[in-house]
C-alpha cells in the first residue's frame, strides 16, 4: 500500500481514531494498539480542581503516533482559534482537528466559521484538518485556505450510518489536492472498506470502536477493511455494468458441441 | 486576593501563576493556562502577577473524536 503523507509526516495506517467513550482507558490504549493508527485525536476539558487526575495521555502517548487534539465545543473561528492556543501549549503540537459545531443536537459543522477559523489558524502555523460538510466547493476553499487535509462528514456524529454523502465524498476525492479523510458516521468495517474503495485517503473512526462488545476486536475488523479497501482501489476496481445484463466470466458453451 | 480557577473562587497564597499551579497540585505539563480568556504561554507564568477577580482557565487532554 502507498503510504499516506499529511503535512510532510508519513503514515502507513490509514485508519485514524477518536478517543471517545471507551469503558476505560485501559480498554482504549489496547484498541488504539491493536487498530495500528498512528493518528488518534484527543479533546480538551477544564481541570476539575478537586477531582483526582486520570492520565488519559499516558494512555496514548507513543513515538509512532501522532497526536491530533480537536477543538470540540467551540461554537465559532473566534473560539476555535483560542481552543488551537490552548490545544498547541497543552500537547505540544501543531496538528489540529478544527471542529465547530454549535448546534448540539446534530452536531453539524459550521462552513461558515470553519472556513474563516482555517484561514486564521494556517497563518498561524497550524497543521489544520477540518471536519466539514460533505459539500466538494467547501472543500476546495478550505484546501485554498491551506487546509493540511479536508474531513468531510459520511453522516452525523457517533450515528454509525455509514456513508450517507456517499455521492458527494466521491466528487470531493476526484476534486481534492489535499487528502480527503472520511470522518463521522462510519459505523461498521463494511463502511471503512467502502470509503477506502472509494479512494479516500484515510478514515476517521470512534465511536463504531469504542462502544462495540469487544473494542479491541473491532479496531482489529476496521484495521482490516481499511487496509482491504485500499488495495482494492489501489488496485483498480473493474468497472460496474449498466443496467440488469450479466457478464459472463466463464466460456458458456466452450466444452460442448454447438 | 481571590481569583476563579474554572469557575471556582480560590484564595491566592502567592503572587504568579506559577505559585497558584503549585498552590493547586496541578500538573506542569499536558495542561493548558487562560487568564481572561488569553492563552498564557507556560514561560511566562512566573512572571505573570495576579490580580484580584481573574478568571483562570486551565485545561488538560480529555477522551473525544
Known sequence: MQTLEIAGREFTSRLFMGTGKFSSNEIMKRAIEASGTQMVTVAMKRIELDDEQDDMLGH??????????????????????????MS???????????????????????????????????????????????????????????????????APIGSNKGLRTRDFLQIIIEQSGVPVVVDAGIGAPSHAAEAMEMGASACLVNTAIAVAGDPVAMAVAFKQAVEAGRMAYEAGLGAVSDGMVAEASSPLTAFLLD | MNVKVNGKEVSVQGTTLTDLIVQLALPQNGVAVAVDNKMIPRTQWSDYILREGLQIVVIKAACGG
Not at chain 1, 496514548?60 to 501522532?66: A, L, T, V
Not at chain 1, 501549549?89 to 471542529?99: C, I, Q, V
Not at chain 1, 491551506?146 to 474531513?151: D, F, P, R, T, Y
Request: with cysteine; proline share 9%; net charge negative.
Open chain 1, 60 to 85: 496514548i502517548m507513543s513515538p509512532d503516533i501522532c497526536l491530533l487534539p480537536n477543538t470540540s465545543g467551540v461554537r465559532d473561528a473566534e473560539e476555535a482559534v483560542f481552543a488551537a492556543q
Open chain 1, 88 to 154: 498547541r501549549e497543552a500537547f505540544g503540537t501543531n496538528w489540529l482537528k478544527l471542529e465547530i459545531h454549535p448546534d448540539p443536537r446534530y452536531l453539524l459543522p459550521d462552513s461558515t466559521e470553519t472556513l474563516k477559523a482555517t484561514e486564521q489558524l494556517v497563518k498561524l502555523g497550524f497543521n489544520v484538518l477540518p471536519y466539514c460538510q460533505a459539500d466538494p466547493t467547501l472543500c476546495k476553499r478550505l484546501e485554498e485556505a491551506g487546509a493540511a487535509a479536508v474531513m468531510p462528514l459520511g
